[in-house]
């Protein structure tokens, strides 16, 4: 059996999902290959990586999809579909070019197409005419692989009754923030990792926090990150008169595990996420986590009051009561909150992830291909997806 992930690139967490998923499917004799479209554009661009692997291949590793006609870009990725020729292509979401081309491929040559996506679709808001497009278009999938079972919900309406859904593609590698001796959590210092633009609502934790700074004087609030924001949101530091923040800018991803072995807990405000992997870090990390209730992480990885608080964001009062309430534990309560992250997370990881997606490629290839419609085929092989990460970072 060949099996195929194709996406537009694969950039940070990705990498590691990728090498051990090669290595797991190996072992069950499935050949695994990868394609990612372009080398540069990414919003990931930082994460930079050179493919030496034969099973990996980026098809235009020079250029961002600006660069490419679009008719240079579909014909490119469907001679490369036809001389790997899977049984099954898993490809990101239909209205990006990897999504939309790896459907149209599977459709026509009689093979299954497995969706991944971790945004819920109440979360993109689209027109009417859009919207349906979309929709028959994804109602053609043979799978669906999403986070967490939490998505099932959302997602069951717009696929057909015999589509698979499993889960689990969400994880990081958890070992990369595990430390080998027991945390402690006798520090008085709260972290929170965040590209610093508006939709992670870094402002309001601000306007939190000198709540929280006149109860407790004692605890102290490291920002990690950077962004067109820095520079006002350290404005709004100096006009708030706090003096417990401490803005430690852009560091290295090797360093983040150290930051959060000295914090006791890892918060993040967002206004929304569509899953929010830097909430995985800080649970592998053995990190409690005071998160904002809009990131759609927290439905499945934050149990209220066993490993943390949830909050509504554009709520203060309540951001900074549920950050108080964490703050005034005692350290038992604390590292009780801190075990309970580390099994809770111990549940999302590579090999769940392997074991998902084995389980999948097996029933999808026992599997007829379905009969696709007059209307939807038609849509399949006209649309081609596109590349837009301008809202990326805003609601």
Not at 72 to 100: M, Y
Not at 187 to 209: G, M, Q, Y
Not at 270 to 281: A, K, M, Y
């Amino acid at each position: 059996m060949k099996v195929l992930i194709v996406h537009n690139d694969f950039r940070v967490y990705w990498k590691g999902r990728l090498f051990f998923l090669h290595q797991y499917l190996e072992k069950m004799h499935i050949n695994f290959y990868a394609i990612e479209l372009f080398g540069k554009g990414s919003p990931y661009s930082f994460d930079t990586y050179e493919n030496k692997e034969n099973w990996w291949t980026c098809l235009f590793p020079d250029k961002s999809y600006e660069e490419i006609p679009n008719h240079v870009i579909r014909k490119t990725f469907l001679d490369k579909l036809d001389e790997i020729n899977p049984d099954i292509v898993i490809g990101s979401s239909i209205v990006f070019f990897a999504g939309a081309l790896g459907i149209r491929w599977a459709k026509n040559n009689q093979k299954k197409f497995v969706m991944f996506d971790d945004a819920k679709p109440s979360q993109v808001k689209r027109s009417f005419l859009v919207r349906t497009i979309k929709n028959l278009i994804i109602n053609q999938v043979d799978g669906l692989w999403l986070p967490s079972d939490d998505y099932d919900e959302p997602y069951r309406p717009l696929v057909s009754r015999s589509a698979l859904m499993f889960h689990g593609y969400n994880c990081i590698d958890n070992d990369l923030f595990r430390f080998k001796k027991k945390k402690e959590m006798n520090f008085t210092t709260i972290t929170c990792v965040a590209r610093l633009v508006p939709i992670k609502n870094i402002d309001n934790l601000l306007r939190a926090w000198k709540i929280i700074e006149k109860k407790r004087p004692d605890y102290k609030l490291a920002i990690i990150g950077d962004g067109p924001e820095f520079v006002s949101l350290n404005e709004l530091t100096l006009s708030l008169g706090l003096k417990t923040i401490v803005f430690l800018g852009a560091i290295n991803n090797s360093d983040i595990p150290t930051y959060f072995y000295n914090s006791v807990a890892f918060v993040l405000p967002s206004l929304s996420e569509s899953w929010g992997l830097v909430v995985n870090e800080a649970m592998a990390a053995g990190l409690p986590i005071l998160i904002s209730n809009k990131i759609n992480a927290a439905n499945a990885l934050l149990h209220e009051g066993e490993n943390g608080y949830g909050y509504e964001p554009s709520d203060i009062e309540d951001m900074a009561e549920k950050i108080l309430t964490f703050i005034e534990l005692d350290v038992q309560g604390k590292t009780t909150m801190s075990n309970n992250s580390l099994e809770i997370i111990d549940r999302m990881n590579y090999d769940n992830m392997g074991d998902e997606l084995l389980n999948a490629a097996y029933n999808l290839s026992h599997e007829k291909p379905k009969k696709v419609p007059a209307l939807a085929s038609l849509l399949i092989n006209i649309w081609h997806g596109r590349y837009n990460t301008a809202g990326w970072n805003k609601l």
